[in-house]
């Protein structure tokens, strides 16, 4: 229920939203992120108090109900005037992060093995295919992109004792171009003692895993490279979309290199595209987790692109298999990326301004050849690419591109300011949210992405308050 306040001196905020539980109702200001927990008898009283003409003050409040009161005003959940709202979401706007850079995207190839039906890059369209570039980067590249990303990290004044800037080895197939791989991990290792900038990196690789082998994987170890590797559930028929090029299966191939990885006690996480078929196989992804002790887990929901609209009931099944899952995961200790972004600004009452690093303004891309961009999804066209690790002056802290997309939260959306959402969400995808409709943008809504948020809050303000109810 979403209330847009009434038409008095005191009211309930326009960022106000009402849950109905078994046996209360909570009230939340999608702003300042505090539920506040009544009875029913108490809403009841409260909404009399807020309708009676006569109720000028808070002190006019029955001496029952004060209390409450003082908790609701502390909150913000009423207001004593429109101007208490247009603070608040002053405030708040005024928080967002400029563009601030500590995560790089290293794109060692855009070629890759496998063509997934729902390639987030368009691997698997042969006409988006054809414009990846069929060369790799090389050492030469490698060393003037680390030289690139440092300068964007002390230009952003990121250089500090504890900060954790992140290098992704990123494809296409990063595997495909091991020894690039190698040398750029060799060289952070190296750099991290000399240069402060670089001090606490975190390299990872994101990778279908089928070109690991006993000795990369060792290897990666050795360099402190984390390995998530992408598999979309425990079948051949859940993971029927993940195909090579030659159209074979792959599930099996990835089997034998989790048993490797395991028998060398190598960590590996997961992430694992929520497809039609996954979303039946709850019991077997936590078999699948426990059988190989996974502790690092990452649920990605399908998107949409020119050739194939995601449907909002796979979204919504998504999303409760999702919240489901959470369950099960946090009980055994394992940290699922999707839920827990969301509860850590739940619980701290911190808006969530951005999902996605890109629209963080956090992120550079690195191609092969040398091109500078914002997303790692619009590499085929280069879209959104406009510099390149040459330019020594380029600063993606101050450049409009990047500006742009740092101002793509929903607290500068219009149609999301009546969201109960708002204060978790992060916004979703712009590339998804252009491919939604026909006419979209970047600046249009991820419609997956509000069907998601949505659920999770319920699901955090019922959860808190079952918590609550059980420590009393």
Not at 8 to 14: F, N, Q
Request: overall charge negative; charged content about 25%; some cysteine.
């Amino acid at each position: 229920m979403i209330w847009s306040g009434l038409n008095k001196l005191i009211s309930l905020s326009r960022f106000t939203h009402c849950f109905e539980l078994n046996d209360a109702v909570a009230l939340y200001h999608s702003l300042r992120m505090k539920p506040v927990y009544l009875s029913k008898k108490q809403y009841k009283e409260l909404l009399v108090f807020l309708n009676d003409q006569s109720s000028i003050s808070l002190n006019s409040a029955p001496s029952s109900l004060l209390p409450l009161i003082e908790e609701l005003d502390k909150y913000k959940i009423i207001t004593q005037s429109d101007a208490e709202d247009d603070n608040v979401l002053k405030f708040v706007r005024s928080r967002i992060p400029a563009p601030s850079v500590n995560v790089c995207y290293f794109i060692l190839t855009e070629q890759c093995n496998l063509a997934c039906k729902y390639c987030f890059l368009g691997n698997n369209v042969p006409e988006r295919r054809e414009k990846f570039s069929s060369n790799r980067m090389t050492k030469e590249m490698a060393e003037q992109s680390l030289s690139f990303f440092i300068r964007q990290i002390q230009l952003s004044g990121n250089v500090n004792p504890d900060n954790k800037p992140a290098i992704i080895f990123y494809g296409g197939e990063p595997l495909l171009n091991f020894s690039v791989l190698e040398y750029v991990a060799l060289r952070v290792k190296e750099l991290t003692l000399i240069e402060p900038a670089l001090k606490n990196v975190e390299l990872s690789v994101i990778t279908n895993g089928l070109l690991l082998n006993e000795h990369r994987l060792k290897r990666l170890k050795e360099l402190g490279v984390s390995i998530a590797i992408s598999i979309d559930g425990c079948s051949e028929e859940a993971n029927a979309q993940r195909i090579d090029v030659a159209g074979r299966e792959t599930y099996s191939k990835v089997i034998e290199i989790l048993d490797l990885a395991k028998k060398f006690d190598v960590a590996i996480s997961l992430s694992v595209t929520l497809t039609e078929e996954t979303i039946k196989d709850k019991e077997k992804i936590l078999k699948l987790i426990s059988d190989y002790e996974i502790k690092g887990f990452g649920f990605n929901i399908l998107m949409s692109d020119e050739s194939y609209i995601v449907s909002d009931e796979y979204n919504n099944k998504a999303s409760d298999f999702i919240i489901d899952i959470f369950h099960d995961l946090r009980a055994a200790g394992i940290y699922e990326d999707r839920m827990m972004r969301k509860l850590k600004a739940f619980s701290k009452s911190k808006v969530y301004f951005s999902d996605c690093a890109a629209t963080a303004g956090s992120q550079i891309v690195i191609t092969p050849d040398g091109s500078v961009g914002v997303c790692h999804g619009c590499i085929a066209e280069r879209k959104y690419f406009k510099t390149s690790i040459k330019d020594e002056f380029f600063n993606a802290n101050i450049d409009p591109l990047f500006i742009e997309w740092s101002q793509l939260t929903p607290l500068n959306k219009d149609e999301c300011l009546s969201c109960e959402a708002l204060g978790i969400c992060g916004g979703g995808c712009p590339i998804n949210a252009s491919h939604c409709q026909n006419g979209n943008t970047i600046n249009s809504l991820d419609e997956r992405f509000c069907i998601h948020s949505k659920k999770t809050l319920n699901f955090l303000i019922e959860d808190l308050y079952r918590i609550i109810k059980k420590s009393n």
